[in-house]
C-alpha cells in the first residue's frame, strides 16, 4: 500500500498490511436491529480510505481532532481507522439512545465543543440535524456527513508512532468529560503486551456489545483485534440489553472464543438470559472477562450456576483492572485457571491499614483478584500523601508503564495532578497480595452505574438550575446493588420551602435531566424539606452522612 | 384478564424489579416517573410480568409504548 510520508507507524502499518494479505477476510460482523452485516477487510479499506479522503476534502490536517457520532454500523469502524490512516486524531462519542431527549443531551455539548475545539464532527444527517435543532454552535468545525461521502484516495499518510493516534473521551459529563490522548506507541505497546497475557491469536473470534467509545470495548474488542487480525463479532449495545442472548447466539454460531463484560453484564446475563443456558454450549469460549469495575464474586457465581448447563466452568471467569491512562490492562488473571478469591476482615479495610485475611468459616469479606500485573507494568500503593506503602496495605493504585497516556486533551493542571514523575495515581483504592492486585473501589466521587462513569460532583451540578430545588443543596451517591451487580445511583435534593412545585414533578424533572446528560436512571430521588441535609463542620455537605440518614429515615436498604 | 388486573401485575414486577414495592403505579406513568426503571431494568420487568401472566412479550413493541397504559394492550396481545 503506497503511504504519503515514511514514517514508522506499527499500528497503521499492520491495518495496512491487513488490507492487502487478507481483504477477503472477515474484519467484523456488525449485529444490529436488520440483521447481520458483513465488514471485510477489503471493505474497511475502502471505507477507511473514503473516509480519508473526506477529511482532507474538508481541509483538516494531520493531527486535527475528529468526533465520531455514528450509531452501529460499519461507518463506525470506516471513520475512526480512516482518521488513523491520515494521520488525524479519531474520538468515539455515544449517540443519544431512545430515552434521552435529544435536546437537553446535544446543548450539554456546547461546552465540551468549546473546551476541546474539535476540527471535524462526524455524524449522519439526523444527528447533524438533532443537534442544531438543540442549538448547539458547531461554529467553525467541519461537518462530515454520511450521506455525502465521497469516492476514496489511494495514499495514506500515517504519523510517527509517537504522536497522538486517538482520544478517549470515558468518563465525566458531557461538558467535562476527560479526553485521554493516547499515542500510538503506547497503543502498540499495550495491545502486544496484553495480547500476551491472554494468549491472544488469529484462532481467537471476538464476541462483543460494548459501545467503542468506552475502553473495554474500544481496545480489547476493536484495536487489539484489528491489530492482530481477529475477526470480532459486534452486536448493538442497545440491542443486546433488550436481548442478552444474542452475545450467546454469536459466541456459537462463530465460534466465539472471548467476551469482555463489566461486571453487571454478568448479572443481566444470568437473570435474563440465563433460562435458556441449556440451548447452548460455550465450554469452548476461552475466557469472559470481567472488567472495568470492581468484579464481584456473588456476580461471577450467579453466572457460573446460570450457565453450568451450557458447559461454563469457573476457569473460563476472568478478571481484568484496565484503565483509558494505560491504554487498557493493568493486571489479568490466569487464562485457564479460576480467579482466586480471598476472605479479608471487612472492618480492617482502611487505607493506610494492612488488609488482614480471615480463616475460612470466619466470616469477613470475600473479594476477586484482577490478576498479575502485564510484566512491562509496575504496581504500587500510596498514602495520602502519595508516600509509597509496603504490601499488603490498603492505598491508592499507582501505575508505572512504558504505555501510559501523553495526557489530557487541553487540560495540563488535571494532566500534571494525575501523572506525576512517570506514575500515574489512578485515583482507585486496592492492594497487592502475593503480586496480585486487588481493587477495593474508589477514592474520590466517580460512581459507575451499569458501565457508565459518572462523578457524583458532576450529577449534583446538573441537577442545580432546577426550578423548585435549594440551588447547592443536592447529593448524589452510590450504593452497591448486589442483585444487579452494579452500583446504584441515589440522589437527595431539598425543596426550596417558597416552591409550590409537587415533590412528583420534581423527581421526574431530576430523572429526565440526569437521564438525558449521563444516560443513567437514577434508583432512588428523595425530595426533603430545606434544611434537612448535613453539614460538615467545614461547612460541606457530607454525601456518606446524608445516605446514613435517608436510610435511617426509611428508604429501602439496597442490600 | 381485564386491565385493571394488568396493571395491578405490571405494579408488582416494577416494585420488584426496581426493589420499591411501595411505589404508587398508575396507568398514565411513564418509565421516567419511576426510580429505577432503567434500560435493563425495563427487561427484567417484562420477563417478570411475562412469567406472573405465563406469556412472552414482545419488547421491541414495547419501546413504542409512551406510558405504563400503553403497555396493556401489547400485553394482551402477548401469547
Known amino acids: 500500500m503506497i503511504t504519503m510520508n515514511s514514517a514508522t507507524n506499527p499500528f497503521v502499518d499492520r491495518l495496512l498490511l491487513h488490507f492487502k494479505e487478507r481483504p477477503e477476510q472477515i474484519f467484523c460482523r456488525l449485529i444490529g436491529s436488520d440483521g447481520e452485516t458483513v465488514l471485510r477487510w477489503r471493505d474497511l479499506d475502502l471505507l477507511a480510505h473514503r473516509f480519508m479522503t473526506a477529511y482532507r476534502r474538508a481541509d483538516l490536517v494531520p493531527g486535527d481532532e475528529i468526533l465520531i457520532f455514528i450509531r452501529h454500523r460499519s461507518e463506525l469502524y470506516g471513520s475512526f481507522f480512516g482518521a488513523m490512516l491520515g494521520g488525524f486524531v479519531p474520538s468515539f462519542m455515544p449517540c443519544t439512545s431512545p430515552r434521552q431527549e435529544p435536546g437537553i443531551y446535544w446543548s450539554s455539548h456546547q461546552l465540551l465543543l468549546e473546551r476541546t475545539r474539535p476540527a471535524a464532527i462526524v455524524a449522519d444527517h439526523v444527528t447533524f440535524s438533532e443537534m442544531l435543532q438543540a442549538g448547539l454552535d458547531l461554529g467553525s468545525i467541519q461537518r462530515i456527513e454520511l450521506e455525502e461521502l465521497g469516492s476514496a484516495s489511494e495514499i495514506a499518510s500515517p504519523q510517527a508512532e509517537s504522536s497522538i493516534g486517538l482520544l478517549q473521551h470515558s468518563s465525566g459529563t458531557t461538558g467535562l468529560k476527560k479526553g485521554v490522548a493516547l499515542s500510538y506507541s503506547a497503543i502498540v505497546g499495550q495491545l502486544e503486551s496484553y495480547a500476551a497475557a491472554i494468549e491472544a491469536s488469529q484462532s481467537d473470534v471476538v464476541v462483543s456489545w460494548l459501545p467503542l467509545y468506552h475502553d473495554m470495548g474500544l481496545m480489547a474488542c476493536c484495536l487489539m483485534p484489528a491489530y492482530l487480525g481477529i475477526p470480532i463479532v459486534h452486536i448493538d449495545p442497545f440491542i443486546w440489553v433488550a436481548r442478552p442472548e444474542l452475545l450467546l447466539d454469536a459466541l456459537v454460531d462463530h465460534h466465539g472464543t472471548l467476551a469482555w463484560l463489566p461486571n453487571f453484564a454478568f448479572d443481566h446475563m444470568a437473570l435474563v438470559a440465563g433460562r435458556r443456558a441449556a440451548d447452548y454450549d460455550l465450554s469452548r469460549v476461552r475466557a469472559f472477562i470481567n472488567c472495568s469495575e470492581p468484579c464481584k464474586p456473588a456476580s461471577f457465581d450467579r453466572f457460573a450456576k446460570a450457565f453450568a448447563p451450557a458447559g461454563v466452568r469457573p476457569d473460563q471467569l476472568q478478571c481484568c483492572y484496565a484503565m483509558a491512562e494505560t491504554v487498557f490492562a493493568v493486571s489479568q488473571t490466569c487464562i485457564g485457571a479460576p480467579a482466586q478469591r480471598i476472605r479479608v476482615d471487612a472492618k480492617a479495610l482502611e487505607r493506610g491499614q494492612p488488609v488482614r485475611l480471615t480463616a475460612q468459616g470466619q466470616g469477613g469479606t470475600e473479594l476477586l483478584e484482577t490478576g498479575l500485573p502485564l510484566p512491562e507494568i509496575d504496581v504500587a500503593i500510596y498514602d495520602e500523601d502519595r508516600q509509597l506503602l509496603p504490601n499488603p496495605y490498603i492505598g491508592e493504585i499507582g501505575v508505572r508503564a512504558p504505555f501510559l497516556f501523553t495526557g489530557y486533551n487541553k487540560d495540563p493542571a488535571r494532566t500534571a495532578e494525575r501523572l506525576v514523575g512517570g506514575t500515574y495515581f489512578t485515583r482507585d483504592l486496592g492492594f497487592v497480595l502475593d503480586g496480585h492486585v486487588y481493587v477495593l473501589g474508589r477514592i474520590d466521587d466517580l460512581i459507575i452505574v451499569n458501565g457508565r462513569n459518572l462523578y457524583a460532583h458532576e450529577v449534583e451540578a446538573v441537577i442545580g438550575d432546577i426550578s423548585g430545588l435549594k440551588p447547592g443543596r443536592t447529593v448524589a451517591v452510590a450504593l452497591f446493588d448486589a442483585r444487579i451487580g452494579s452500583e446504584a445511583l441515589v440522589v437527595i435534593s431539598e425543596r426550596q420551602r417558597a416552591s409550590v412545585r409537587q415533590e412528583a414533578e420534581l423527581r421526574r424533572d431530576i430523572m429526565r435531566t440526569i437521564y438525558s446528560t449521563f444516560e443513567v436512571t437514577p434508583w432512588r430521588v428523595h425530595i426533603v424539606e430545606e434544611g434537612w441535609l448535613i453539614k460538615t463542620t467545614s461547612g460541606k455537605i457530607s454525601r456518606t452522612e446524608n445516605l446514613a440518614r435517608i436510610q435511617r429515615a426509611g428508604a429501602k436498604e439496597v442490600t | ?79
Not at chain 2, 56 to 78: F, M, V
Open chain 2, 1 to 79: 384478564m381485564n386491565d385493571d388486573e394488568i396493571l395491578a401485575t405490571i405494579a408488582a414486577a416494577v416494585g420488584q424489579e426496581t426493589g420499591n414495592p411501595s411505589l404508587e403505579i398508575t396507568s398514565d406513568m411513564t418509565a421516567s416517573d419511576v426510580p429505577g426503571w432503567d434500560s435493563l431494568a425495563h427487561i427484567r420487568i417484562l420477563l417478570e410480568i411475562g412469567g406472573r401472566l405465563g406469556v412472552s412479550i414482545n419488547i421491541e413493541k414495547t419501546y413504542r409504548a409512551a406510558t405504563i397504559g400503553d403497555l396493556i394492550p401489547i400485553i394482551k396481545q402477548s401469547r
